[in-house]
């Protein structure tokens, strides 16, 4: 299958913008009668703010989210002549309000648009930076000499705060591809920051789980702990100071958040965070001026780009690893005929192929303008052809296995040359989250954003409504010179992020991403295999039971992945540990006629939320 690629090109405008200065359900390649959730093992949605749907299908525009409020938000916008963009900036400010433990302006981000006009993939990269005079010891407890325990100490603390992008990426987006004003996209949800939204157990139980770090933080427990406690269940939560924050950003624009007395609280904050008398938490500062926070700007890489079967897939360009993971466990198993297998050998592929792959993100990813990355060797199916000749189509690879020497010398594929060895923990939150838009005009949103860990760092600037991220975390936290993603000041740490556009035809057709920390890569990547070799339509590419091979010793998978494979993947050699659940991914497939179906979790942390401007069929 031959595809046209679609234009790309670098937004110069933006890059010199310094702000501050198992379900089987029928579709357009399926025949298939549709299953409820429950036939597959899916239950029902914990989350009760309004009636939410998983699976969509209409005309107009669609969006995917985790949360019925923000979703509501963005089609709204389409639905009032907002375009892609400006649905997907809404939809994550809404998202902001209600899963606040997630993501917000605390945090960043990446963004990868299709632009149906032009004809062109772009991209944002909103990630957070570390402040110039980030120490190399940030993570190193003095008193012991050894690194913090991540959770809850490293994590809480000014210490593991970076730059926010999230800010300068919506207003660098709806500059370059909006159709309406940053007010417009933020009004939608600081009224419902104002009005408030449902407490769902979702909600309480995160914040139930972080109840010990968030009472530590004064601020922090003062929105989120009213009277010492969590929210309960059905109970009204509203947050009158983002609004506000949200109105300021509105009026003042980048000025308002990167200048200014909001900068001054945040770096302040950073800086001598508000701790509560008695804590036994070490809530360590962090080293962020406002100059670091006026300096700030959004980056504008090329996407990463590679051919599958035919297909033509778009995603992130590094601090990102998402795109080039993606991308060369995707290569790898292009090397074998994947669609002629049995399941269950398919499955032995994808993770033999998701290890090596994450060798060489290990040995290879971090921010390119601070090393020296093989980005274009990692991305060839050259160097996947002979990554391809580690993988033994009968048994499970000791773990780790070494990454592969990126040469550029392909010339004898099975020689068994290796590169360097990089066994590095990955130490990544789950707490992310992803939204998909495309509109009646054909442009194409996928993207990712997060404050690190479930409640970031656990700090909230004081009277602003915010929790600021945690994403220094990211990077390694024992300093090696010989590591590519070893602190820097100014750097921004490596991602797992991984929002991706696949394109069929030439044409766009599929935009999917999920958090999980660095699960997210094999989430994609897994979601991906299941639609286009396995046979699955699109809501069953999602609901299909997942694991997550990084490169360790134990493959860790979901109860249902065991079930259905677990006796011969172990027979195989691969040792599997029970997770509860791995990715929550929100996914739109652009069908003919301009119709689009949005796919989102029907069961995973309570659900997603799917849904169309006009609805042509009712799931």
Known sequence: MSARRPRTRVLAVLSTVAVGAGVVVASSASAADPVDPAAA??????????????????????????????????????????????????????????????????????????????DTVETIDGRETAPAAMPKDAFIDPATGETYTFFPDMVTSGASVGVPGTPATWQAALDSWGSGSLADALEPAATLAE?????????????????????????????????????????TFRNPDLAETYRLMAREGMDGFYQGALAEEIAATVQSPPV????????????????DIAEYAVNTPEP??????????????????????????LNILEQFDVPSMSEADAMHHYLEASALAYADRAAYSGD???????????????????RACELDPNRAADKPVASGDADGDYSTPCDGAEGPRADRPNSEGPSTTHL????????????????????????????????????????SHVYDETDPNRIEGGKRPRSSMTPTIVFEDGKPWLAVGSPGGSTIITTVTQTMLNRMDLGMDLPSAVAAPRAYQHNTAEVTAEPGFVDAY???????????????????????????????????????QGGGSAAVVSPTRRW
Do not use: C
Request: charged share 20%; no cysteine.
């Open 195 to 235: 009005d408030g939204f449902e407490v769902d157990e979702t909600f309480h139980r995160m914040t139930a789980n972080n109840q010990e770090r968030f009472a530590a933080i004064s601020s922090t427990a003062e929105l989120f702990l009213p009277g010492g406690e969590p929210p309960a269940v059905g109970s």
């Open 566 to 604: 677990g006796d011969e993947l172990t027979a195989l050699g691969h040792e599997l540990s029970e997770t509860s659940s791995i990715g929550v991914v929100a996914a739109i497939e652009l069908l003919p006629g301009g119709r689009a179906q949005a796919v989102a979790e029907p069961e995973r």
């Open 304 to 329: 990463t780009s590679h051919e599958y079967r035919g297909y033509e897939i778009y995603g992130m360009a590094p601090p990102s690893s998402g795109g080039h993971t993606s991308a060369e466990t």
């Open 41 to 118: 093992g899916v239950g029902a949605s914990e989350r009760g703010k309004q009636d939410k749907q998983w699976v969509a299908e209409g005309h107009g525009g669609a969006v995917s989210s985790v949360d019925a409020d923000a979703t509501e938000v963005g089609i709204e916008v389409l639905r009032n002549g907002g375009n892609a963009t400006d649905a997907a900036v809404a939809t994550a400010a809404a998202l902001g309000v209600t899963e606040p433990y997630s993501l917000g302006i605390g945090g960043g981000g990446f963004f990868v648009h299709y632009d149906a006009a032009s």
């Open 276 to 291: 509560v008398e008695g804590t036994e938490l070490p809530v360590p500062p962090g080293e962020m001026t406002t100059e």
């Open 368 to 386: 390119t303008d601070f090393v020296d990355m093989p980005l274009e060797e990692l991305l060839s199916d050259e160097f996947a052809a002979e």
């Open 436 to 475: 998909s838009v495309t509109d009646r005009w054909g442009n194409v949103v996928s993207y990712t954003l997060t404050i690190e860990q479930t409640g970031g760092s656990g700090i909230t600037v004081p009277d602003r409504g915010f929790i600021l991220n945690n994403e220094l975390t990211d990077f």
